[in-house]
């Protein structure tokens, strides 16, 4: 079990939220789905079941039951999330403490050992990277896929200059969606194979690649170190793309995108071209 002390287990529920039961802006389903992708942990398993069973209640039940450095895994993996969801818009930064911010990294450094292992790449640093000339033929894709990849490169590029935020990013996320299809389908036994491939709930088989979201996609290729944890951090704003298309689920979500986070989009779609060329 960890050993959180009274008092960093006071600034991480400052930080996180987690009054009345909540953590953060989390639904039960991302709740879940945060843990079992980002952190390796089935949150809902009985092990971590702590009074109400609420969010905030499963999250103090982890707390008590796993070893250290998971808990510090988890912990950053929250602070990378929260930078996440405050550079989408869905979180405001004036919520949240710098100073308290600041104190749960040392926190999450005091249970793993160290935080040199852990990406810790900031927004400003992913956006300037330059990555040049995007090499599609290296993907080795069909050659007419790869005439359409290219046409829509162009598109994005064009949708970006004239700042059309919400068409980059549908732009983005359909082309890196299609991308990895196609690689997924060149690696198949390696894609189903892998322990974070989605299963269907009542045969507990891999589903059908037609089936995988964009979320499925990157996770798996991040899990076999096709993409790179920067590809990972940033995608979530792409991640959801398919949420936005419908304009009452976009009112739902409060999404709200603007030229900076379509500029964040453009920068995963190219990473991760890079990343899988080679």
Not at 136 to 164: W, Y
Not at 214 to 228: E, H, M, P, S, T
Request: hydrophobic fraction near 40%; aromatic fraction near 8%; proline fraction near 1%.
């Amino acid at each position: 079990m960890s050993n959180l002390a009274t008092n960093e287990k006071l600034v991480l529920e400052k930080l996180f939220q987690m009054g009345d039961g909540y953590v953060l802006n989390f639904s039960d389903r991302t709740f879940a789905e945060f843990f079992r992708d980002d952190v390796g942990v089935d949150i809902c398993d009985k092990r971590y079941a702590y009074k109400s069973g609420s969010k905030a209640n499963r999250m103090r039940g982890f707390w008590q039951v796993a070893e250290n450095a998971l808990v510090g895994k988890s912990i950053i993996k929250l602070l990378s999330y929260l930078d996440t969801q405050i550079l989408i818009g869905s979180l405001k930064r004036e919520n949240f403490s710098h100073e308290l911010n600041q104190r749960a990294r040392a926190i999450a450094g005091r249970l793993g050992g160290s935080l040199q292992n852990v990406d810790v790449e900031t927004e400003g640093e992913f956006i300037a990277k330059q990555f040049g000339n995007l090499p599609l033929e290296r993907l080795g894709l069909d050659s007419g896929i790869t005439a359409i990849l290219k046409q829509r490169i162009d598109e994005i590029k064009k949708s970006l200059g004239v700042k059309a935020a919400l068409g980059s990013i549908f732009l983005c996320g359909s082309t890196l969606e299609g991308i990895l299809l196609g690689v997924a389908s060149m690696k198949a036994k390696e894609f189903n194979q892998c322990k974070l491939s989605p299963k269907d709930k009542a045969t507990g088989k891999v589903k059908q690649f037609s089936e995988w979201t964009l979320n499925d996609f990157i996770n798996v290729a991040r899990d076999l170190k096709l993409l790179g944890e920067d590809v990972k951090k940033f995608s979530h704003a792409l991640r959801d793309f398919r949420n936005y298309i419908h304009p009452y689920q976009q009112l739902s979500s409060g999404f709200d995108p603007d030229e900076h986070t379509a500029r964040i989009c453009w920068q995963v779609l190219q990473a991760a071209i890079i990343q899988l060329s080679n």
